[in-house]
């Protein structure tokens, strides 16, 4: 992944977290322990600077990262506001409803969304759905 592209990554998601949380005062981020991930917690501090939204961070290290948040999302968790997750888990989590659709949100255009006047709308509620059981693997054929 390029700085480029982290950095983008970054900033959409952060737009999205200040919108998402105006009042909060925190947010934490959830990734696993890499160098890209320190990247993260430079390009945070801007963030925090301009937003005033503390940044926390859980870096959890490679071979233990799918287990601790993929339990944090099954359990229905508060420990994450935003998780990076790897690409692995695309399909499990839109089956199970981890992803928050914004399309809305991106249609309202740029000022909408980072206007000088503060937040005018905001994505959907945060509620985080209630957890299930993944489904069983398809069965060979």
Not at 74 to 103: R, T, V
Not at 118 to 123: L, Q, V, W
Request: with cysteine; charged share 20%.
């Amino acid at each position: 992944m390029t700085r480029k592209t982290l950095a983008a990554s970054a900033a959409i998601a952060l737009v999205w977290a200040t919108q998402a949380n105006a009042q909060a005062n925190e947010l934490t981020l959830c990734w696993a322990a890499w160098d890209p991930a320190n990247a993260l917690v430079e390009l945070s501090k801007d963030f925090e600077a301009q937003s005033g939204i503390k940044m926390n961070f859980e870096f959890v290290p490679w071979p233990n990262f799918a287990d601790r948040m993929l339990n944090e999302l099954n359990s229905g968790g508060k420990l994450c506001d935003l998780m990076i997750g790897d690409s692995q888990w695309i399909g499990g989590a839109a089956e199970n409803g981890w992803y928050l659709k914004m399309n809305d949100f991106f249609d309202k255009g740029p000022t909408a969304r980072t206007g000088s006047t503060g937040p005018r709308s905001c994505p959907p509620s945060r509620k985080r759905p209630a957890a299930t059981s993944r489904p069983p693997p398809p069965s060979p054929s």
